[in-house]
C-alpha cells in the first residue's frame, strides 16, 4: 500500500530518486520492477505501478474491444506507452524523455503513494488538482456515505 506525497528533483539526466520510505517496500513487494505509463485520466501525470499490479491492468486493458475508439486510446496511452524501469543502486529510476515532455514533467515534480500505485505529477498540474474542490453538485450518490 502506498501512500503520502512526496516532492521530486529530476536530474539532468531524467532520473527521479524513489524516496527512502518507499525503497524497501519497492524492493521487497515488486522485486524492484516498475512501470512507467501516462495516466488516462489527467494531464500532467504519470503512473508508476509495480510489474505485478501492472500485469493484472495491462491485461485488463488488452481485452477490451480493439474496435471501440475508447478502448484504443486506452491501450495506447496505457499498454502502448508503458516502459519497465528498476531502481539502480541509489533507488533512482530513469523517466523516458518523451513521458517527461508530454507530461510537462521537468525538475521538480510530486510523486503520490495513491494504493497500489504511484502518480507523478508535473509541479504545476499537482497545484491545479489540489487547487480543485468539490462542491454539493460534483458530489456523486457513491460518495454521500464517506466520513471524511
Known amino acids: ?3 503520502g506525497e512526496t516532492a521530486i528533483t529530476i536530474d539532468d539526466k531524467g532520473r527521479l530518486a524513489i524516496p527512502t520510505s518507499y525503497r524497501d517496500l519497492v524492493a521487497r513487494e515488486c522485486g524492484n520492477r ?6 488516462p485520466f489527467d494531464a500532467g501525470c504519470l ?3 509495480p510489474h505485478a499490479v501492472w500485469e493484472r491492468v495491462r491485461d485488463q486493458v488488452n481485452a477490451l474491444p480493439r474496435i471501440k475508439s475508447d478502448s484504443r486510446l486506452l491501450q495506447r496511452k496505457l499498454v502502448g506507452a508503458a516502459a519497465f524501469v528498476e531502481p539502480d543502486g541509489s533507488g533512482r ?3 523516458p524523455a ?3 515532455s508530454a507530461t510537462g514533467i521537468d525538475r521538480k515534480a510530486v510523486l503520490l503513494g495513491v494504493g497500489d500505485k504511484f502518480e507523478l505529477w508535473s509541479e504545476q498540474a499537482h497545484h491545479e488538482q489540489v487547487r480543485l474542490t468539490f462542491g454539493d453538485a460534483e458530489l456523486g450518490e457513491h460518495l454521500l456515505d464517506l466520513t471524511l
Not at 34 to 39: A, F, P
Open 1 to 3: 500500500m502506498f501512500q
Open 34 to 39: 516498475l512501470v512507467l505509463t501516462y495516466s
Open 47 to 49: 503512473y508508476l505501478y
Open 93 to 95: 529510476i530513469s523517466l
Open 98 to 100: 518523451s513521458q517527461r
